[in-house]
């Protein structure tokens, strides 16, 4: 008989086993960080209709054109795995009538995305984004707002070396009339162009600002600057950013070729990259979309946002000098007292004890497998990285007393059953303050 087939993750796609406890670490800190600026958390579907991403996003777009998860349902409705965290919320907005709340809103939201792209080192075909959004103010302190919150999350992780690079792509006639004159300056030029390139120049000029083809960066070089060609309104609120960032300390550098990749953003961008990270070394993006909603066919509702890539992330986190030491603290707490029940009609009271220890907040495992010898039962607890183990069989009964066995110190000692949770615990407290 042939040999059933092993099946493994789709590709592009990952089992998150080792790093599952740092991704729950940047999530709770993105939680208590965003919640000190007036942040709710929200959770949207991962299936949305197709044509909210490619109104939203736009079809112009990479994601739109070439990287959507997309299929039909069985009544022939076309869905798409979300690829994108900020259509899903504008969608959120207008659906659920938030526009009657209180204003401005300010949300979160993270979890799994979705795009069809060339596996490699930190791109994935599921990813996952934390992101916020603060809906329907224009004005250009919640731009400065939201990076300095970005900041301080960054930096309570334990970041230093980001680069923040900023932008603005200004109002859609500003662009217009830059897209226009970049077209312009690149047409004598047509043919050393890529056909990417060559294709953008028609439906979307502004990305080849960010091309990085070594010959198209070349001619950029003496292209029209977009920061020449903004209105007052736009050349005003960048100003007002620009300002006022400074004066939160936030070391920032213009990027006149940063445009991002969606076609909904207005006015400022930024990205911010972090230079341990290598060529892909963007681990954020984000700007305002004052056109978006509208688009969605709502009213006109100015926004603005960001998406931090967590697996970029947690990587990133994972190489900060002093993360891991902070990282392995926590898991310390997490680590489990191993109870060990000798004798098979000592497994319920195993359990009992066990129950105990998780009553008073220490996390306890059971090591029920009465039959196999006590070495082995041991081993496990090492296996699991419990450093404390308690040990009760018949002669513990009788003496009221559970054996509690520490192998980080190699010491064993006898205890009072009834006072052990109190000298577990004590015990813990005191390797957390060593
Ligand atoms: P975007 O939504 O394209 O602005 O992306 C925001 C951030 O999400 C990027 O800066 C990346 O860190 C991350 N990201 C985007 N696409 C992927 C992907 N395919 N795999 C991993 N991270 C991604």
């Known amino acids: 008989m042939a040999a059933k087939r092993r099946f493994r993750t789709v590709k592009g796609m990952h089992d998150l086993v080792g790093k599952a406890p740092v991704f729950a670490f940047v999530e709770d800190k993105a ?31 990479e994601i739109v054109g070439k990287q959507m998860y997309t299929f039909d349902d069985k009544k022939g409705r076309s869905l798409t795995l979300r690829p994108e965290g900020t259509a899903p919320v504008a969608r959120a907005y207008l659906q659920n009538n938030w526009a009657s709340g209180p204003q401005p809103v300010k949300v979160f939201y993270m979890g799994p995305y979705f795009r069809y792209e060339r596996p490699q080192e930190g791109r994935y075909r599921q990813f996952h984004q934390i992101g916020a959004e603060l809906i329907n103010d224009s004005g250009p302190y919640s731009d400065v707002e939201l990076l300095v919150m970005l900041l301080r999350f960054l930096e309570e992780l334990g970041f230093e070396d980001l680069e923040v690079g900023l932008n603005s792509v200004g109002d859609p006639e500003c662009r217009q009339r830059y897209s226009q004159r970049l077209r312009e300056y690149l047409a004598p030029y047509r043919d050393e162009l890529g056909a990417d390139s060559r294709r953008r120049l028609e439906t979307n000029p502004l990305r080849i600002l960010d091309t990085k083809a070594p010959r198209e960066r070349e001619l950029l070089e003496g292209a029209p600057r977009l920061r020449d060609e903004l209105g007052g309104p736009a050349r005003d609120h960048f100003q007002v950013v620009c300002d006022e960032l400074g004066r939160f300390d936030i070391d920032f550098e213009i990027d006149d070729r940063l ?7 207005t006015r400022t961008v930024f990205e911010i990259t972090s230079t341990a990270l290598g060529a892909q070394n963007a681990i954020l993006g984000g700007g305002r979309y004052d056109g978006l909603i509208a688009e969605l ?7 603005i946002g960001f998406a931090i890539g967590q697996d970029r992330l947690v990587d990133l986190v994972l190489k900060i000098p002093g993360a891991s030491r902070r990282l392995n603290a926590e898991d310390h707490r997490r680590r489990p007292v191993c109870v060990i029940p000798i004798g098979g009609s000592y497994r319920r009271h195993g359990m009992e004890l066990a129950q105990e220890l998780r009553a008073a907040g220490i996390p306890a495992i059971c090591e029920f497998d009465s039959l196999r010898p006590l070495k082995a039962r041991l081993k496990q607890a090492v296996r699991h990285d419990c450093r404390w183990v308690v040990l009760f069989g018949e002669d513990e009964e009788k003496e009221g007393k559970i054996v509690l066995k520490d192998f980080y110190d190699r010491t064993q000692e006898t205890i009072q059953r009834d006072r052990f949770v109190e000298e577990v615990a004590k015990r813990r407290a005191s390797a957390d303050s060593s």
Not at 297 to 303: D, F, L, N, R, T
Request: charged letters at 25%; glycine letters at 18%; aromatic letters at 14%.
């Open 297 to 303: 066919g709502g009213p006109s509702v100015p926004g």
């Open 31 to 61: 939680r208590e960080v965003f919640s000190l600026y007036g942040y709710d958390e929200v959770r949207t579907p991962i299936v949305e209709e197709t044509e909210l991403f490619v109104r939203g996003v736009g079809e112009g777009s």
């Open 259 to 265: 445009v991002r990749g969606l076609d909904y953003y």
